[in-house]
């Protein structure tokens, strides 16, 4: 506990339910509900709330300042401390950690949401890439993860069988997650862009996730057994793909050495891998075998469902869930933002030993 | 006062276009403007790497790179997927591997298009070679694409002073993505509403407050509005001010009065043009009314409805 000024756990998580479409609900209308949840399951009201933060993207929405919408759902009158990040919400959850940290705020509240059935997601993430010389390439997010899936192929590090089972794994934990989008024995389907597969590629969907944040003896207060953030740390990679290593992830292995990843055994890995084949590369950096006893995703991980933006900070809070129900002691949560994993946040979750 | 009924989702195509004016720096300008002349520039780095496409700075050490060396157009796939099905502004509009090519006499790879027949046409360690585009402006797009070659080798990276005559300093990177929107609950009864000339807003279960436009959620409380309430027709000016510059495209003579108007029973005002009347005595406090013209969505302006003013007092907690 000594690596941070204060002691910082997540106390409380909830996410909607992951859907292919969700026409019938304006954005605020999409959140409110669960906003409503993750408050519930705390007793606190909005207005005692110490630092709200989102995560979202005006390009998923194709309008300008699009999460100044879904503020009402927060209730930001009379005025809130209030930021947001142009990003997943693992992102505004580090933010809103920091505020904790400077001693700013006591609580927070973190959401993410994504509602990428207006547009067409794959398109659209076009838009992220370097302007100069990807951008005018329309490389689609599957093309280039595609690209990275081919490099472990010839890397001998994965070949497509591999692949294939860790689609199907994946979609075989989700039967436990009401919320999850792909459950079951989903077809393997067409190649999408070779070598990946239809189930080698998220679903597309629509979702919304919370969590609250609080700090030392609050959060007892608020949970019977806290999600302490007992390391957190995020990196970046150079923008061109073409300057690293597809089949390495450097960023996610420092972030978790800097996290404490590496100073004792964790029992549970929610890895934001929205292809099958990122997920060969973040065991790797974080040092995951298989059959090693850990749980990898056993919430069914992005696979399952990837509502852009927020399935980042799914991951911290399905950690963080399990915890809470005693499921896990010491759980790494990982993010991703960019193509080819080019940004990755680790954090570590521990509850208290009984 | 009503429950709200069963949503009945409107949608409609929503095209968002952006051509972004970007200035290039002196290597990127280099690159481009190379790429116009058939000429392919990187950078080398303080450590000896070449790297293509050229960067402004290490990506390891943040150094500044300048050193312009032309290398082959010649080169070899590093890794490739096979694209069955083109996307819309893709390089090719027939199936294709996209490729990571690592030039003859460089160290880094570029993205591109390699213009095969399937995908047992491809292979990491092919060799290719550029295919020009016919039309060149100094864009990435100046090559169409990579084609398979046979050929050898090219040279090591040689030195290149980068200078070309009417050098290209800035691209325009046009984009278009093609959404179809919906409004939600909330703002479709509002709009349904408006198209039999009502105007519905909802009210707060716990302020009470009636907001118009509804937007399905009470931003002082946090919850969501569901009963919906008539409100209008007729409203009050609450403040208002006066519109000297005339919009493109809008066929309003200025000066003209832009208002916030409070309709009879809604929470909160809404802002709409003040037409009827000369624009010097619009006043707060003027008690107005919707005007529709034939087949408009929305009221076209508001006009004075004759009644005396409404007093500050009745008005004053909606400005």
Known sequence: MARYAREVAVVAFAQSDHLRRTDELSEVEMVMPVLHQVLAATGLKAGEIGFTCSGSSDYLAGRAFSFTMTLDGVGAWPPISESHVEMDGAWALYEAWVKIQTGEADTALVYAYGKSSPGSVRDVLTRQLDPYYLAPLWPDSVALAALQAQALIDAGETDERALAAIGARSRAAAEANPHAQLRGAVPQGDYQVRPLRTWDCPPIGD??????LAAGDLARQLCERPAWITGIDHRIEAHGLGLRDLTDSPSTRIAAEHAGVFEAPV???????????????????????????????????????????????IRIGEAAARIHRGESDRAVAHATSGP???????????GDRA | ????????????????????????????????????????????????????????????????VRELVEVAATGTVT????????????PLDTPFAWVLVK??????????????????????????????????????????CFEPYEGPAGAEAVPHDGVFA???????????????????????????????RRTVGERCPSCHKVYVPPRGACPTCGVATTDQVEVGPAGTVTTYCIVNIKARNLDIEVPYVYAHIALDGAGLALHGRIGGIPYDQVRMGLRVEPVWTEGGRHPDHYRPTGEPDADYDAYKELI
């Not at chain 1, 979702?207 to 609250?212: D, N």
Request: with cysteine; charged share 20%.
């Open chain 2, 103 to 144: 030039f003859d006499g460089a160290d880094t790879a570029l993205l591109h298009a390699l213009d095969v027949p399937g995908p047992e046409a491809v292979r990491t360690g092919m060799r290719v070679r550029v295919r020009w585009a016919a039309d060149r402006t100094g864009a990435i797009t100046d090559i169409a």
């Open chain 2, 166 to 196: 009417d050098a290209v300093t800035g691209i325009v990177a046009e984009a278009r993505l093609d959404y179809v929107y919906s409004p939600g609950r909330a703002q479709t009864a509002y709009i349904n509403a408006l198209s039999e």
């Open chain 1, 267 to 313: 029992d549970t890995a929610e890895l934001h891998a929205p292809f099958s084949s990122q997920e060969v590369v973040l065991r790797k950096a974080l040092g995951l075998g298989d059959g090693d006893g850990v749980a990898v995703n056993p919430s069914g991980g992005a696979l399952a469902a990837n509502p852009v933006m927020a399935a980042g900070l």
């Open chain 1, 207 to 212: 979702g919304v996730a919370a969590v609250i």
């Open chain 2, 1 to 64: 006062m009503t429950a709200a009924s069963p949503p009945e989702v409107l949608r409609a195509p929503l095209i968002v276009e952006f051509p972004f004016t970007r200035s290039l720096g002196p290597v990127q300008s280099a690159f481009l403007t190379g790429l116009r002349e058939g000429v392919v520039l990187g950078v080398k780095t303080s450590g000896g790497k070449v790297v293509v496409p050229p960067v402004e700075y290490d990506p390891v050490t943040a150094e500044e």
């Open chain 2, 79 to 90: 890794t490739w997927a096979w694209n069955g099905r083109p996307r819309p502004h893709q």
């Open chain 1, 340 to 350: 080819c994993l080019q940004q990755n946040l680790v954090a570590v979750l521990e």
